[in-house]
């Protein structure tokens, strides 16, 4: 029988993982199945983009899959039961439950507010694709001299600013945030963030905490009434909740703790990559929710599973950062360098060149994910014998 590898979630590491596995490993031996709520894979880190407007390159997993072997279940997942090795999902032909062999646990994160009074209500969020094209639909319906209001002053919500101020400039566009403006960037950085800022003409509310969002207004912690026609909330990501629900072991967060190959401390015949996993980077801390840290988790994973399965070597996957990207609309840019812990450096690039730096990396994580062995010709391996089904002889050759 063939050795059953799921994939919960298609972002960029659960797509990434999925492809990688299923072009690494010869398909007699091997059935991996990417189990996925949409048809089209999202490239989130663009949803700014998608909520100023834009059109974005739609990008169908049925292309993107075509001759690997992956088999694309649309379907909602509804639990999983690590003991059992089981996955409930519910989908076109209603409930059922998948069995697996080996588990890549990839669900991601979504928005939250944080316990806010009225934000669930009342505010937009962009970490979703819905949840972008709600709010394209909700921008485009607004008169000039609307404020779009957005709370969070960290990647996302500068992004979104300036992408809708941008896009947009008969809006009155506002940002809040709970410290200084770009506060971790360097100090050249930040300079240049508010130079952009004060050329689009936003807004910023520094050192400002919200308490409660309404129909029309946000109200800070200190009573001040803010008027917003539409308000988008990017104060940061709280990951799916399935996880915590299990017996794994998991973060106050919700994350699944894992080691060095990215498999669950607690239960080993389970990967998770990307948000949904807690892990620990080269420099000793552990990796933060973004792109940056999901793509080298889930490379390490596929390689660690292929390794299990056949018994091949796998290579080091560096796990730490370089820069972070930050677009500012289509025109601007901020690329700040950091330390492998991601501690600021005092170089960034800033500007025209900046901006076409990001978008670089933007299509190059696209192009990763549709190449998850970037472009070089693999050998799909077999299966060790004593590995074919069982997840205890799998665990033996770790």
């Known amino acids: 029988m063939q050795h059953r590898i799921i994939v919960l979630g298609a972002g960029y590491t659960g797509a990434f993982a999925a492809g990688r596995l299923a072009r690494r490993l010869h398909a007699d031996d091997v059935a991996v199945t990417l189990v996925n709520a949409e048809p089209d894979f999202v490239e989130r880190v663009r949803n700014h983009q998608l909520a100023a407007g834009q059109d974005l390159?739609?990008?169908?997993?049925?292309?993107?899959?075509?001759?690997?072997?992956?088999?694309?279940?649309?379907?909602?997942?509804?639990?999983?039961?690590?003991?059992?090795?089981?996955?409930?999902?519910?989908?076109?032909?209603?409930?059922?439950?998948?069995?697996?062999?080996?588990?890549?646990?990839?669900?991601?994160?979504?928005?939250?507010?944080?316990?806010?009074?009225?934000?669930?209500?009342?505010?937009?969020?962009?970490?979703?694709?819905?949840?972008?094209?709600?709010?394209?639909?909700?921008?485009?319906?607004?008169?000039?001299?609307?404020?779009?209001?957005?709370?969070?002053?960290g990647l996302t919500g500068i992004e979104a600013a300036t992408e809708f101020a941008e896009a947009r400039p008969d809006l009155d566009v506002a940002i809040i945030a709970r410290r200084d403006l770009g506060d971790w960037v360097s100090p050249k950085a930040q300079a240049h963030l508010r130079k952009v800022f004060a050329k689009l003409g936003i807004r910023v509310h520094e050192h400002t905490d919200v308490a409660e969002v309404r129909d029309g207004e946000i109200v800070t912690a200190d009573g001040t009434r803010i008027a917003s026609a539409a308000t988008v909330w990017t104060t940061g990501f709280a990951v799916h909740p399935i996880a915590a629900a299990t017996t794994m072991e998991t973060t106050d967060r919700?994350?699944?703790?894992?080691?060095?190959?990215?498999?669950?401390?607690?239960?080993?015949?389970?990967?998770?990559?990307?948000?949904?996993?807690?892990?620990?980077?080269?420099?000793?801390?552990?990796?933060?929710?973004?792109?940056?840290?999901?793509?080298?988790?889930?490379?390490?994973?596929?390689?660690?599973?292929?390794?299990?399965?056949?018994?091949?070597?796998?290579?080091?996957?560096?796990?730490?950062?370089?820069?972070?990207?930050i677009s500012l609309g289509r025109s601007e840019g901020l690329i700040q360098y950091v330390h492998a812990d991601d501690r600021t450096r005092t170089v960034s690039l800033r500007g025209r060149f900046a901006a076409r730096y990001k978008e670089i990396i933007c299509k190059g994580a696209a192009w990763g994910v549709a190449n998850p062995t970037y472009g070089m010709p693999v050998r799909r391996r077999r299966v060790a014998k004593a590995a074919e089904h069982t997840g205890t002889a799998v665990k033996a050759l770790a």
Not at 68 to 80: D, Y
Not at 84 to 95: I, P
Not at 279 to 301: F, H, N, V
């Open 254 to 325: 919700g994350q699944i703790v894992v080691d060095g190959d990215m498999a669950s401390v607690s239960h080993p015949d389970v990967f998770a990559v990307g948000d949904a996993g807690y892990a620990i980077g080269d420099a000793g801390k552990p990796l933060r929710m973004s792109c940056a840290s999901g793509i080298p988790m889930a490379q390490t994973a596929a390689d660690a599973i292929t390794t299990r399965l056949t018994g091949a070597k796998a290579g080091k996957v560096p796990l730490g950062y370089f820069n972070q990207c």
């Open 57 to 153: 390159k739609p990008r169908p997993f049925a292309e993107m899959f075509a001759g690997t072997g992956v088999e694309l279940k649309l379907a909602k997942v509804t639990a999983v039961d690590a003991d059992a090795k089981t996955v409930a999902v519910t989908g076109a032909d209603g409930a059922e439950t998948l069995a697996y062999d080996t588990l890549v646990y990839a669900l991601g994160s979504g928005w939250t507010d944080h316990g806010v009074t009225g934000a669930a209500e009342h505010a937009h969020e962009i970490a979703s694709r819905p949840g972008a094209l709600k709010l394209r639909d909700r921008l485009a319906r607004m008169d000039a001299g609307q404020t779009v209001t957005i709370v969070g002053g």
